[in-house]
């Protein structure tokens, strides 16, 4: 940018005035961030240089810079620069849009031929554009890719996602650092997973930088990704894929995670198995000291998981696998680092409601609210507190006001639509959601909600399309899939249910004995429905039990296995975990009539004793011997009795588990 | 079987070496109570001397400054603190008392609520504990946990009502770490019975024989309890308090109540500060209505300690014994406001307030007490006594028969069941559980007039006349009593009809004539004698008939009971 020195320009010899001065002071005042000085001095030289274009840009530039847009926008436009010179259309644009005037914004960008532009630029034979499109030495498909991300950043302002999205890409692929272009179609969900993954191949990477450089890259932008379908057991090993590709595959997941922590002093040991006893806490000296560490032992890529980039995609990554102990400690650890940090907060604010830290989100909305009242992210922070502590109105209003700060910050949203739900205000929430879903176009979660929502309101089949449309966007998320075997299950389709069940268990759990999120417990506990239905009954008592040790003590579960039990004639069986189900929650309706039900049965079935006889016995006359145990034990009386479901109508409510998605 | 666990002769030089090695261990990880259990044994074998050479006290491997001082806060009960700043050690004794001053913390947090509300905290608030469980989980998985954090591992499974897997947990635990017996005594109360007893994969260590005492005691199986602690007691334990104290449950419940007191008054004659188990001494004073023993044992217990739990239950059992079952209760709660997990004091608390015809109330404490102890049948008993007076006798015999099935040779239990069966009017299984009491001693003394009534309701006339005479023999001396009185001139009219119908005109009188001696059936029983008198006037009067003829027909009677079925529609009294 400080070209001052180049002389092409025709600089106006006055008696002893250099205007190269003045234009160097321009540029030192405005480096001081002193606006109003380098303002001044900028005026005095386009007085000075009569008009020069490059002199007017830069006057220009310091209006911008003062938050004075229209003026701006009146001084280029009135000398008619916004046509002719590329920056200057740019810088206008630029204008119109932080003035909120998008359709005259786009009028203006529209009035530049790109084409010829561009032309000029490739043949580079003679043309006022070529020399007046650049005033400095940028490179020209770097402007390029700002005016076309420009542009989109208009649309996109304009509710054209479609076509601001392909600026985006088109500006991606003129220069492949522009990341704000990248962050732009990611951070807004504008593609799906799927989609993503292409424009990150499609990306002319190679062509634009060095093998190094283009390995770089390809890794950050990797970790932007979308998370939703990767499983802790195998993506981490994206970040450290140029590493060691020697890694065992088999490795546990544990193991992988601890990978994680073990990335910052790989080359010392690649074993990732030793006993070791890596803390998390240790994660964090590490990067701390990281500076501190020997450079040449440490590869590029090594050094990069320094920036908290990086860190911040780990811990979305556990966001999203539901280990939200582990990801509040991640984002607390870059917090600390960097109090603000733009990208982590969402995260971390989602991570403390998850994690109901009412607390810890009181005093970050109050900092944030206090330094930013002009971040959607703020007022966020602060819906989501009243949204923790159950104040619904509050949180709506403040979740409204975040949203009328940035239409496109979805997962306000998305929190908006939540605390209708709670509520069971379906329509509303829906309205929300359908509202996040035009917004994200690529992100599958509000069709989702929106599929839950039909099915609380008992339209199965809207459900069921909302829930096909979100797996078509992220066909591998196990959460879609669990729906899926939710909506089958209420079709009365048992076979496909379990198929949803195992396949979403299969993305949740990819290795046996792996630590399944305790999240996960109504997928096993559904599973466990679902083969009760299909007359499985161990294996259904296996998952429901599986499903208890996820999470203990949880009064379904236990009258869930107590059900199975009653259905296998295990009558005691059942009168036992009934009675457990009902010493946590005492109105469950389902839990005291089968408890009727099975008490009374199993008065009926059981002997007095256990080793009663079968028929009367004799008295003898002062003999107190007991000796008769020799009579063959009776069968249970009515030990025949089937229970079948039928004459049971109530029905375990699985429609609960539904809602676990929430939030 | 145990016999051959047994058998193998203590060495007690060795059983030294580890109970110090054993001692210190436990103490420098914080755990007291075990600590203070090894002490004890320890103690008891103190005349056993190490030689010289196995001194190995100077070889304290250097603690680490972060251990001690956490160590250091953890003493002063400053839990958080100690966990902050052992979270980054990863020595074995530090990475315990990371976990170990979370977990009591957690549970410190959980009693410190309580204090404000006095019901127990709800079970289903427990995030942090599953937070814990989750980071040793984790821990469990990469096999990083030794045996003592096994043993936390274990604990906190169990308080989150995992037991299967807390039971195996323990198993690990006792496996890596022998000496802890905190780790054997929690296992012991996950033991369901004797067969998984047998199959659980347990160290060979004279640890073994202490531990299966306990479980056959917790078991209810106070015999085989009884032979390991004799033999204990013969192998140079015969000073340890602890084996005695467990000699004296044992007694309580074989019922020896006299045995089980002199053996607690030994006990306190040699330990007189000892608090523990106390509450089971004062149950024993309780049941013998010793009210100044109890009286005193109150005071002692106050004078030592107020706020134990122990000594909580004690005066308890003292108000309630001198009917003021509020003040009772009041001490209950206030032992269960210090430890939430202490059995007694919430069976106690139960029958207080089946005292004071709180049902409601009665479940919960009942519940509770199941909750921590699935084996105590008094809880179950007391479980089926409260359904009894709501009137739900479907779950009225499901309790019952728990209790029934945790002691299987306690008349009290199945009669209960008995008289359930009979209010559902299953009068076979009824009389089925009656027999059983019966054979079983019937302390009550009600089984056998209740079992004569339902042969007789069964048309059984032969056995129902047995068990009257029975209980005739039994009772016939006993009188003034009103109830039984009303019972056995009933049993006496039973029998001069049964008599009557059958023939034997001899017992017929003798039993008539004892009716006259009540008033109530006076007019019935001279019915009965003129009946009587008119039979044998007309029996008389046939044998002059026709000899031969009649002496078939009086055989006939006298032997086969199918006639008399017939002779009972002529009977005017047939009832």
């Known amino acids: 940018m400080a070209g001052d020195t180049d002389t092409e320009m025709k600089t106006v010899h006055t008696d002893n005035i250099n205007i190269d001065n003045y234009r160097k002071l321009v540029q030192t005042y405005l480096n001081l961030h002193a606006y109003n000085t380098a303002l001044f001095w900028a005026d005095k030289v386009v007085a000075l240089t009569s008009g020069n274009p490059r002199d007017i840009y830069w006057l220009a530039q310091c209006m911008f810079l003062l938050k004075q847009f229209h003026r701006a926008v009146h001084l280029l436009r009135s000398k008619n620069l916004d046509k002719t010179y590329i920056l200057c259309n740019y810088l206008t644009v630029r204008c119109l849009l932080e003035a909120n005037e998008f359709n005259e914004a786009l009028k203006v960008l529209n009035s530049m031929d790109m084409e010829v532009f561009l032309q000029a630029n490739t043949i580079s034979s003679y043309n006022v554009s070529v020399e007046a499109g650049m005033f400095d030495d940028t490179p020209k498909y770097q402007v390029q890719s700002s005016v076309l991300l420009l542009k989109g950043r208009v649309l996109e302002a304009m509710d054209n996602r479609g076509l601001a999205s392909d600026c985006y890409k088109q500006a991606l692929q003129c220069d492949v650092y522009c990341f704000e272009a990248f962050d732009a179609l990611t951070q807004h969900h504008m593609l799906s997973a799927a989609e993503e993954q292409e424009l990150l191949s499609s990306l002319p990477i190679s062509q634009q930088c060095t093998i190094e450089e283009a390995e770089v890259l390809y890794t950050l932008y990797k970790s932007k990704l979308k998370k939703y379908n990767t499983i802790v057991g195998i993506v981490p090993n994206k970040n450290k894929k140029l590493i060691f590709n020697n890694t065992p595959l088999q490795t546990s997941t544990v193991v992988i995670r601890k990978n994680f922590a073990n990335v910052l002093d790989t080359t010392r040991d690649t074993s990732t198995t030793e006993n070791t006893n890596i803390s998390e806490n240790e994660v964090n000296k590490n990067l701390d000291n990281k500076v501190a560490m020997d450079p040449s032992e440490t590869s590029v890529q090594v050094r990069l998981q320094n920036s908290l980039d990086l860190v911040v995609s780990q811990a979305e990554l556990y966001y999203y696998n539901c280990d939200y102990v582990q990801c509040s400690k991640l984002t607390e650890h870059i917090l600390k680092q960097d109090p603000y940090h733009t990208s982590c907060l969402p995260i971390h604010i989602s991570c403390q409601v998850e994690l109901k830290r009412s607390d810890k989100l009181f005093t970050l909305a109050h900092n944030l609210v206090d330094l930013y009242p002009n971040l959607a992210i703020s007022w966020f922070a602060v819906g989501c507190y009243y949204y923790v502590i159950g104040k619904r109105d509050s949180a709506r209003k403040f979740l409204a006001k975040s949203t009328s700060l940035d239409r496109l910050f979805g997962p306000a949203w998305l929190a908006f639509g939540h605390s209708f739900a709670v509520e069971n205000e379906h329509d509303q929430a829906m309205a929300a959601y359908f509202k996040a879903s035009q917004l994200m176009k690529g992100c599958h979660l509000p069709l989702l909600y929106i599929g839950l929502e039909c099915g609380l309101t008992n339209n199965v089949r809207l459900a069921e399309r909302f829930f096909q449309q979100a797996q078509l966007i992220a066909p591998d998320d196990p959460f879609v899939m669990h729906e899926m075997g939710v909506i089958a299950f209420q079709n009365l389709e048992y076979k496909a249910a379990e198929k949803h069940f195992q396949d979403a268990l299969a993305r949740v759990k990819p290795i046996k004995d792996s630590i399944v999120p305790e999240r996960w417990e109504p997928l096993l506990n559904n599973l466990g429905h679902t083969c009760r239905k299909l007359k499985k009954y161990e294996e259904a008592l296996e998952y429901h039990h599986q499903a208890s040790v996820l999470s203990p003590q949880s009064a379904g579960t236990y009258s869930a296995i107590g059900y199975v039990h009653a259905l296998m004639n295990n009558t005691g069986e059942a009168v036992h975990w009934f009675h457990k189900a009902l010493g946590l929650r005492r109105d469950d309706t389902f839990s005291t009539t089968m408890l009727n039900y099975v008490i009374e049965q199993l008065s009926i079935e059981q002997l007095p004793y256990p080793d009663a006889p079968d028929y009367i016995p004799t008295f003898e006359l002062a003999a107190t011997t007991g000796e008769d145990n020799t009579t063959h034990e009776s069968e249970s009386i009515n030990a025949g009795r089937q229970i079948s479901a039928s004459d049971m109508s109530i029905e375990i409510d699985i429609s609960d588990a539904n809602t676990f998605i929430k939030e | ?575």
């Not at chain 2, 078991?219 to 390991?228: G, H, M, P, R, T």
């Not at chain 2, 509020?326 to 939430?340: D, G």
């Not at chain 2, 139960?350 to 007490?369: C, D, L, P, V």
């Open chain 2, 1 to 575: 079987m145990e016999g051959e666990i047994i058998q193998t002769k203590l060495d007690l030089i060795n059983v030294k070496k580890d109970l110090i090695i054993g001692i210190r261990e436990c103490a420098q990880r914080g755990l007291y109570h075990s600590a203070k259990w090894l002490a004890e044994i320890n103690f008891s074998i103190v005349d056993v001397t190490l030689p010289p050479d196995v001194h190995t006290s100077n070889d304290l491997p250097l603690e680490t400054e972060a251990y001690l001082l956490a160590k250091s806060y953890f003493d002063l009960k400053e839990y958080d603190r100690c966990s902050f700043f052992t979270e980054s050690c990863t020595d074995s004794k530090a990475r315990f008392l990371h976990l170990y001053s979370q977990y009591l913390s957690i549970e410190k947090k959980k009693l410190d609520n309580m204090t404000d509300s006095n019901c127990p905290p709800d079970p289903t608030k427990n995030n942090a504990l599953r937070q814990l469980c989750a980071v040793l989980k984790e821990d469990y998985f990469l096999h990083k946990l030794d045996g003592y954090c096994l043993y936390l591992y274990g604990i906190v499974l169990k308080k989150l009502d995992l037991n299967s897997l807390a039971m195996d947990i323990f198993t690990d635990a006792i496996n890596e770490q022998p000496l802890h017996w905190g780790a054997w005594q929690e296992l012991a109360l996950l033991v369901p019975d004797k067969t998984t007893l047998l199959s659980l994969r347990l160290p060979d260590h004279w640890m073994k024989s202490f531990f299966l005492a306990h479980v056959y005691l917790e078991q209810l199986n106070s015999e085989e309890a009884l032979d390991i602690y004799y033999d204990l007691h013969s192998q140079g334990f015969e000073k340890s308090t602890y084996v005695m104290a467990q000699m004296a449950i044992a007694y309580h419940n074989r019922r020896e109540l006299d045995k089980a007191i002199m053996m607690f008054k030994d006990l306190l004659h040699s330990d007189p500060y000892r608090l523990d188990n106390l509450d089971i001494y004062s149950n024993l004073l309780y049941v013998k209505e010793m009210k100044t023993e109890l009286a005193n044992l109150a005071h002692t217990a106050v004078n030592i300690d107020k706020y134990r739990v122990e000594t909580c239950c004690v005066i308890g059992n003292y108000y309630s014994l001198r009917a003021e079952h509020s003040k009772a209760v009041l001490y209950f709660q206030r032992a269960l406001k210090l430890n939430p997990q202490y059995l007694s004091a919430w069976t106690l608390m139960g029958h207080e307030f089946m005292e004071m015809k709180n049902t409601n109330a009665a479940i919960q404490s009942y519940r509770q007490a199941i909750e921590v102890n699935r084996r105590d049948y008094r809880a179950w008993y007391g479980l089926g006594q409260t359904y009894e007076i709501l009137k739900m006798p479907f779950y009225c015999i499901y309790y019952y028969k728990q209790a029934q099935q945790l002691r299987p040779n306690d008349s009290r239990m199945i009669l209960a069941l008995g008289e359930t069966y009979e209010k559902l009017e299953k009068h076979e299984n009824a009389l089925k559980c009656y027999y059983k009491a019966c054979n079983l001693g019937d302390v009550e003394g009600t089984a056998l007039i209740k079992l004569a009534k339902l042969y007789d309701k069964l048309d059984e006339a032969d056995n129902a006349a047995a068990a009257y005479t029975e209980y005739c023999l039994k009772e016939g001396d006993q009188r003034g009593v009103y109830e039984t009185e009303n019972e056995i001139y009933n049993a006496y009219q039973y029998l001069a009809n049964y008599h009557l119908k059958r023939g034997q005109l001899e017992d017929a009188h003798a039993y008539a004539y004892k009716c006259i001696e009540y008033d109530e059936i006076k007019e019935q029983g001279k019915a009965l004698l003129k009946e009587i008198a008119n039979r044998r006037g007309e029996l008389e009067a046939q044998l002059l008939k026709s000899t031969d003829q009649s002496n078939q027909n009086l055989t006939d009677c006298t032997n086969d009971g199918n006639v008399s079925n017939m002779e009972m529609v002529f009977s005017p009294l047939n009832n």
